[in-house]
C-alpha cells in the first residue's frame, strides 16, 4: 500500500474527501500523515478525529524557509512517503522537496490554469466576468500553480455567484481529486 502525505492550511474539506475516499475503499493508500503550517486550522481536527498523525510546522519556528522545508523533508521520510498531495496548502514548496519527490507531488487549485493562479481564484476569475470556472490538478514544479497537467475540469456558472460558484466547486473537488490520486497511484503499481 502506497504513503501518501497530505498537507493543508485551512478548512480541510480536501483533505476529508480523501480520508472518506480511503475508508470506502475508493482510494488505495494509506494517508501515513498530515503536514499543517497553520496552528487552528480545522484540518488539524480532522486528522486528530480520524487518529492520522499530523504535524504542525510554523514558519516562524524555523530561521529560513529552506530549514523548515528539511523539517518536512524528514517528517515525510519518517512516514516513508510515496506521494506528497497539497490540499490547500497555501505555500510554495522549496526546490529540494520538490526534488526529493520527482513526479510525486501533486496540487489542486480551483481555476483553470494557466488562468487565476494563486490566493483567491474564484474571486479573480469573477473579477474578470468569467462564465466557466474549474479546477486543475497538476504536478507540483517550482513556482506558484505551475507544473505539469494531470486534468481540468470545466463547468459553466449558472449564476456569477461566490457561494454559488464555490459550492459547486467544492464538490466537483471532493468527487475528482481521491479519484485521480487512486489513478495515479494504480498506474504506477502496474
Ligand atoms: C481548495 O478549493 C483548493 O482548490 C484551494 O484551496 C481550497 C482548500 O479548501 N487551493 C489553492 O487555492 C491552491 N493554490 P479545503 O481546505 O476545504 O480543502
Not at 13 to 24: G, T, W, Y
Request: hydrophobic share 45%.
Amino acid at each position: 500500500m502506497k504513503n501518501i502525505v497530505v498537507f493543508a492550511s485551512g478548512f480541510g474539506s480536501n483533505f476529508q474527501a480523501i480520508i472518506d475516499a480511503v475508508k470506502q475503499g475508493k482510494l488505495h493508500a494509506n494517508i501515513a500523515g498530515l503536514i499543517c503550517d497553520k496552528p487552528g486550522a480545522y484540518a488539524i481536527e480532522r486528522a486528530r478525529i480520524n487518529l492520522i498523525p499530523v504535524v504542525l510546522f510554523e514558519r516562524n519556528a524555523f530561521s529560513s524557509k529552506a530549514e523548515m522545508d528539511h523539517a518536512i523533508l524528514n517528517q515525510c521520510q519518517d512516514w516513508n512517503a510515496d506521494w506528497l498531495v497539497l490540499a490547500g496548502y497555501m505555500r510554495l514548496l522549496s526546490p529540494m522537496l520538490i526534488k526529493a519527490f520527482p513526479r510525486h507531488i501533486v496540487n489542486i487549485h480551483p481555476s483553470l490554469l494557466p488562468k487565476y493562479r494563486g490566493l483567491d481564484a474564484v474571486g479573480q476569475a469573477l473579477n474578470h466576468k468569467e462564465r466557466v470556472y474549474g479546477l486543475t490538478i497538476h504536478y507540483v514544479e517550482e513556482g506558484m500553480d505551475t507544473g505539469e497537467i494531470i486534468v481540468q475540469v470545466p463547468f459553466e456558472a449558472d449564476e456569477l455567484d461566490r457561494d454559488h460558484i464555490e459550492k459547486r466547486l467544492h464538490a466537483l473537488e471532493h468527487q475528482t481529486y481521491p479519484a485521480i490520486i487512486n489513478k495515479l497511484i494504480v498506474e504506477e503499481c502496474v
